[in-house]
Nanobody
């Protein structure tokens, strides 16, 4: 399975970004998927997750109310809408297939 994130960039505090994760090569599923982030010098943090059928989702307390995870199974794509961004959201964001840990190469988000 291959996961490719896109949509990262540099924004000012209070701005918005939408990350996308395109999934290919997956012969089974869909599976629960999520996003985590890694900032320099900080522990990896699970940001959000969404069930296979989009019926349930999870958010870290640090992003709840600001981030929204969604998916389009027909397009094999996972999204993360990020609003009201803060400097502490700066990190490399990765999408992950929760069941097996497969992840993409990450996309950098920088908030100043």
């Amino acid at each position: 399975v291959q996961l490719v994130e896109s949509g990262g960039g540099s924004v000012q505090a209070g701005g918005s970004l939408t990350l996308s994760c395109s999934v290919s090569g997956q012969t089974e599923g869909p599976y629960c998927m999520g996003w985590f982030r890694q900032a320099p010098g900080k522990q990896r943090e699970g940001v959000a997750a969404i069930s296979a059928g989009s019926g349930s989702s999870y958010y870290a307390s640090s992003v709840k109310g600001r981030f929204t995870v969604s998916r389009d199974n027909a397009k094999n794509t996972l999204y993360l809408q990020m609003n009201s961004l803060k400097p502490e959201d700066t990190a490399v964001y990765y999408c992950v297939v929760v069941v097996n840990g497969a992840r993409g190469q990450g996309t950098q988000v920088t908030v100043s």
